[in-house]
């Protein structure tokens, strides 16, 4: 069997942060919800079990949960391309995608939504 890449994904991490320049959005925190994809090229230690082989998405979860949580953000864009940077800065990471909801955002809406890609 011939395997190139193994994926992460992480689904619907539910957090709140400051995301927004409305007064109110300035001084409440807001529901977000994030989905991260990661690619990142597989090794012979993976295959036989090696820890220390595989890219550790617990690290890079609690990564984004305290930027997110203790951050302010104007924009979600800027907020989606600081979550994909920390996703992407291990050096083994080859693609990453990021998509942040902010459910409510429009009246008529279920949520917005924004998403952004990284690639080697």
Known sequence: MSLNN?????????????????PEEKTKQQDIIINIKIHYPISEGILHDDVDDALN???????????????HFLLLER??????GLCSEH?????????????????????????????K
């Open 6 to 22: 193994a994926i992460i994904n992480i689904h619907n991490l539910r957090l709140r942060t400051y995301i927004g320049f409305n």
């Open 57 to 71: 998405y617990k690290v890079i979860t609690k990564k984004v949960i305290q930027y997110v949580e203790n951050g």
């Open 79 to 84: 907020l989606v391309a600081d979550v994909l």
């Open 91 to 119: 050096k083994r990471v080859t693609y990453a995608k990021v998509t942040i909801e902010k459910p409510h955002a429009l009246r008529f809406a279920d949520s917005v939504s924004l998403a952004m890609e990284y690639g």
